[in-house]
């Protein structure tokens, strides 16, 4: 079951898909305890519906794991017969790994509840949906040619999810390119927990997590690390911060569109999604539709970077010597300037200041007759209605 507020209990993940270590004296305790009340360890098989040989490997500890859905029969169990010990919350923050039934690497001192509802959560989730993927067998994958983008991603999964074991290699060929694989058991903790989409995201066409949506705290982090792995800033003629996505239907991409309702939260106007490109494969098999969304008027761009902006220095250095390159000041867009005025005397009175032409023209950076002159203008068409 999907956790609706990103934060993940044991109980979310797939149980038979899933294997657990508790420590070695937790485990002989509650396996003895569960034997105690059933009156033999055939009977307890039999009361919880696993195999004897179940509770003799658990007993035991004849391998260095266990599946989970033994340990959640017995924990459900001991819970009903008011061992609340050794409920699953209890366990959980006492697990020393977790890892996939059958292969993959481990999480040690995994950190039971798992929250992504915060700062490194987002740019996890963030990371997945735009340079990174869960694959068909549930690898998740992030690549970026940015090696600082792919140490942070790391260090955000150990943050929210505890000490991991992953698979990183670089192709020299490709100019660099940095890849990080992690283990099917993060595969599941993003799929099973979170709702994050498994395979290829053309296809699919995944969506932000609502809880991520839910929260404007969030807005930033998970908008910065968008545009540090798929964002392009244009410092030519024609200006602009954009970003662009693909899919297999003849739409824009579920994210993208969630993408600029975000950004126009922080009151940046976006233009799109519009239709940049299609593209045939070589076979003819199938075609995909690349998508785009832009931020282009000056004063936009502006507060895209106050507001949001990259995390890396490059693409920091970019807007600034965009906006540098300005020769005049910011333009009002059609339709803006009085909105605006009206918000800089809001802004005035705030700050316990008069609401002056003087006031009003220092704040916009504009000349006080051009500022009079709208003033007048607006006042003249207030009092006519």
């Not at 490709?174 to 989409?197: A, D, K, P, Q």
């Amino acid at each position: 079951m999907p956790a609706k507020n990103g934060i993940i209990h044991l109980l979310d993940l797939p149980e038979d898909k899933v294997c657990v270590k508790l420590p070695d004296k937790l485990q002989k305790k509650m396996i003895k305890t569960a034997i105690t009340i059933a009156g033999g360890r055939c009977k307890l098989a039999y009361k919880i519906g696993v195999k004897p040989v179940n509770i003799y490997d658990f007993e035991k500890s004849r391998f260095k794991s266990i599946t989970f859905s033994v340990v959640n029969k017995l924990s459900a169990f001991l819970v009903a017969n008011n061992y609340d010990e050794f409920s699953l919350k209890n366990l959980e923050r006492k697990l020393e790994y977790i890892k996939s039934k059958f292969t993959g690497n481990f999480i040690f001192m995994p950190k039971f509840p798992m929250n992504f509802n915060c700062r490194e959560g987002a740019q996890i989730i963030s990371a997945i949906l735009f340079d990174g993927g869960i694959t068909s067998r549930y690898f998740p994958i992030y690549t970026n040619n940015e090696e600082c983008l792919v140490n942070k991603f790391i260090r955000n999964i150990q943050n929210v999810i505890g000490k991991i074991e992953f698979t990183r290699y670089t192709k020299r060929k490709c100019g660099n390119l940095f890849r990080v694989t992690l283990s099917t058991v993060i595969g599941y903790i993003l799929s099973s927990g979170l709702e994050i989409s498994v395979g290829d995201k053309t296809s699919n066409n995944p969506s932000i997590p609502e809880f991520i949506i839910n929260n404007p705290n969030l807005y930033k982090s998970f908008l910065q690390q968008a545009f540090d792995d798929e964002g392009t800033v244009s410092k030519k003629v024609s200006k602009a911060i954009s970003l662009s996505q693909s899919n297999l239907r003849k739409e824009p991409p579920k994210r993208l569109i969630q993408l600029k309702e975000m950004i126009e939260r922080f009151n940046i106007p976006v233009n799109g999604p519009y239709l940049l490109k299609k593209y045939e494969s070589s076979n003819g098999d199938y075609i995909s539709y690349h998508w785009h969304i832009q931020i282009t008027n000056q004063s936009d761009i502006k507060n895209f970077a106050q507001k949001i902006n990259f995390s890396l220095k490059r693409q920091r250095t970019k807007i600034e010597e965009a906006l540098a390159s300005y020769i005049s000041k910011p333009q009002f867009k059609k339709g803006t300037k009085f909105k605006k005025i009206l918000e800089i005397c809001k802004d005035l009175k705030k700050e316990n200041k008069k609401v002056t032409v003087k006031n009003v023209a220092d704040k916009l950076k504009r000349k006080e007759f051009y500022i009079k002159m709208l003033m007048r203008g607006y006042v003249t068409d207030y009092e006519q209605d």
